[in-house]
């Protein structure tokens, strides 16, 4: 599946404005039937997620862009990062903090979250924080996806623009197609009329 062909040019206008606004943005990529498994990405230009999108192999797929800062707090200074979460995050709040590049390791993409820690309260946020190994730049946040979508608003403290894809296998493909193109030419053709045709 080719998902950069998703995006038509009016997307690639918008996501370039974003992109100049804000510097980065935060790409979560969703793989359906997977236990909720996803990858979060923070991308700096349009080749970077270019590129991140036409890596996508999957058959099946949701694509969930930001517009903003997802992980706003951000240094190497862990004793300030960790009052100024204190202060923006509410308690009881979840929080996520992921390593920021280039002091990801082991990640498929150079712009990959790392996720270092993630919780709920200042008291996990404290003791996770205490726990980091120091020297690497962090960002902490409210992730889009880990509490309901009104708490990640109330925290960024405005509605947050997003664009989203999801293509799944059943909108798109059929298996006794895929294997037999030729028994359905005919019902193609019909459907279609003189612009049907068949791909092999």
């Known amino acids: 599946m080719n998902y950069v062909g998703l995006f038509t040019e009016h997307h690639v206008a918008m996501l370039y404005d974003w992109l100049t606004d804000l510097g980065d943005l935060f790409v ?3 793989y359906p039937h997977s236990a909720s498994a996803g ?25 969930h862009i930001f517009r903003a800062i997802i992980f706003p707090i951000r240094g190497n200074d862990y004793s300030a990062l960790l009052q100024r979460a204190l ?7 979840y929080y996520q903090i992921v390593a920021l590049s280039p002091h990801t390791r082991d990640c498929k993409y150079p712009y990959e979250c790392e996720s270092l820690a993630a919780g709920q309260g200042h008291d996990e946020l404290r003791n ?3 726990n980091l190994e120091h020297g690497r730049e962090i960002a902490i ?11 990640f608003e109330q925290f960024y ?13 059943n909108l ?19 459907w279609f009329g003189s612009a049907g045709r068949i791909e092999t």
């Open 28 to 30: 979560r990529l969703e």
């Open 128 to 130: 996770d924080i205490a």
């Open 157 to 169: 403290g405005r509605s947050v623009e997003h664009m989203s894809f999801e293509v799944r296998k």
């Open 39 to 63: 990858d979060d990405y923070l991308v700096r230009s349009l080749e970077e997620l270019r590129d991140l999108i036409s890596r996508q192999t999957h058959s099946e797929l949701e694509i």
């Open 87 to 93: 202060q923006e995050i509410p308690e009881g709040q």
């Open 172 to 190: 798109n493909w059929y298996d006794k197609f895929s294997n037999d193109p030729a028994k359905y030419q005919d019902a193609i053709r019909r």
């Open 141 to 151: 946040g409210v992730h889009p996806f880990d509490s309901s979508y009104e708490e």
